[in-house]
């Protein structure tokens, strides 16, 4: 292993080939030995697996401030130190407390007396209805200039955001960009007209029957009201009713309540460096998750990767100069307090950061990075590029990074998001599809290996 370790650091041996900035791409033997070697041994060890498999069993449902994030927390901390990861510590973060509670009902009432269910399930960050919920007409808007066009009548109604993601883009993130505000900001809109309730249109591609809830927020000086999410077959039926003029009522009952912040951690380990300690590369993904479904892909995936990438190198006996720190962030999907913590933390002061990498896409096969960075770094990461061609993640491009990485990127970090394959994730998105059933062991292991790689990459040769 001690041959590896020193054929890794020889001399690049460049083709004549040149990339788009002027930089030779690297096609060292070792660099390629260590391709191979990081490929050969996460895909027959699939190390991320078992990680990932014990965290959705221990904490499925792991929402900031809750038990379950608690014992996440342990259950990761001492994963870190079972395999071997250097100064295993955690960093104490006040996070958003908020609880569903045990009754969710959206009901349809016609005026035959007939009623109809839909399925549905509370806002992250919703208030509550009165005990016996509320009931009134539904007015049906696409957009927010449409609402504000229509705001006479939406007093004393309950409104329907039923603007669908786009199915002809092909990057399901676009899509989901383009609906996503309605989920956000809808209930704040709706109140400002009047409104007495909001209901939105699950951000998903998939037609079923679950929804899919996710964060929303209020606006100071105006009136919070309900707001929750129907699935889309719902969406479809509710919005045919009203198209035909149907004179339909629905009755919404939400049982969610607001808590005061908890304490709760980051997770942190490393391998320090050996030459330059306190120079630092991230490998990040965040620890809490919506209480619906396990988690798997959001973003129990990007947990078990960042912790994988770093045993994976373990095992390899690969030591690189600069340190590379697994950080598992706190409280990513209602309040970004985790990443916010790890950026003002006096624990920073001496370090220099020189990469942040995030996985909060899903666990799916991984096709390369986005960058968000000044000019000069995507140019040289494309050096390596046909190092990541080897494991079919040469897709290199500008972009955005990642929300728990965001706080440091803005003080001048490097950011890199691992962009995966990315069709099927808004199916399971913030629902109760997201399990880990829906999770293939060797996509997620590919994901590890190529953070691994572009980690060790990064700390040997900097940016």
Same mark, same amino acid.
């Given at each position: %292993?001690?041959?590896?370790?020193? %054929?890794?650091?020889?001399?690049? &041996?460049?083709?004549? &080939? ?65 395999? *071997? ?37 509370? &806002? ?33 109604? +309950?409104?329907? #955001? ?54 929303? *927020? ?6 919070? +009201?309900?707001?929750?999410? +129907? ?57 809490? $998750?919506?209480?619906?479904? %396990? ?49 003002? $933390? ?22 390369? #990075?986005? +960058? ?5 770094? &995507? ?9 990541? $061609?080897?494991? $079919? ?23 890199? *998001? ?46």
């Amino acid at each position: %292993m001690k041959h590896t370790i020193g %054929m890794l650091r020889v001399l690049i &041996l460049c083709t004549p &080939l040149l990339c788009a900035a002027g930089e030779p791409p690297d096609t060292s033997a070792a660099h390629q030995a260590l391709v191979r070697n990081l490929r050969a041994a996460g895909l027959r060890d699939q190390g991320a697996w078992p990680l990932l498999k014990a965290l959705t069993a221990k904490a499925p449902h792991r929402l900031s401030g809750s038990q379950g994030s608690a014992i996440a927390v342990q259950s990761m901390t001492e994963a870190m130190r079972e395999r *071997g990861l250097q100064n295993v510590h955690t960093e104490h973060v006040m996070v958003p407390h908020w609880e569903r509670g045990n009754t969710e009902r959206a009901v349809l009432l016609f005026p035959d007396g007939k009623s109809s269910r839909l399925s549905v399930c509370a &806002l992250g960050g919703s208030v509550g209805t009165p005990p016996r919920g509320i009931t009134a007409e539904v007015m049906e808007v696409r957009s927010f200039d449409e609402l504000a066009r229509r705001g006479e009548e939406a007093r004393g109604k +309950i409104v329907f #955001f039923n603007r669908p993601m786009d199915p002809s883009l092909f990057n399901t993130f676009d899509a989901y960009g383009g609906a996503v505000e309605q989920r956000s900001k809808g209930a704040a809109a709706a109140a400002k007209v009047g409104a007495i309730g909001a209901v939105v249109r699950s951000m998903t591609l998939a037609l079923d029957d679950v929804p899919h809830t996710g964060a929303m *927020g209020y606006v100071e000086g105006v009136k919070k +009201i309900p707001a929750a999410a +129907i699935s889309t077959h719902g969406a479809e039926m509710l919005s045919a009713l009203l198209q035909k003029g149907e004179h339909v009522r629905l009755s919404l009952t939400l049982s969610c309540r607001v808590l005061p912040d908890a304490p709760s951690s980051n997770v942190l380990g490393e391998i320090t460096g050996t030459e330059k300690p306190g120079e630092v590369i991230v490998v990040g993904g965040h620890l809490d $998750d919506w209480d619906k479904g %396990m988690g798997a892909h959001d973003d129990g995936s990007g947990c078990a990767q960042a912790i994988e990438a770093l045993s994976l190198l373990k095992r390899l006996g690969i030591a690189p100069k600069r340190t590379i720190r697994a950080v598992l962030f706190m409280n990513e999907e209602n309040g970004l307090r985790g990443g916010k913590a790890y950026a003002a $933390d006096p624990a920073r002061n001496g370090e220099r950061h020189i990469a942040l990498i995030e996985s909060d896409r899903g666990g799916f096969a991984p096709r390369g #990075f986005t +960058i968000d960075a000044d000019s000069t770094i &995507l140019p040289r990461t494309l050096r390596w590029q046909a190092l990541f $061609d080897s494991l $079919d993640a040469g897709r290199i491009m500008k972009g955005y990074s990642g929300v728990d990485i965001s706080p440091m990127v803005a003080k001048g970090v490097p950011g890199f *998001g691992l962009d995966v394959e990315n069709q099927r994730y808004f199916d399971y998105h913030h629902s109760d599809n997201d399990t880990i059933d829906k999770v293939n062991p060797r996509e997620l292991e590919l994901g590890a290996i190529v953070e691994a790689l572009l980690s060790y990459l990064i700390a040997e040769e900097g940016l």
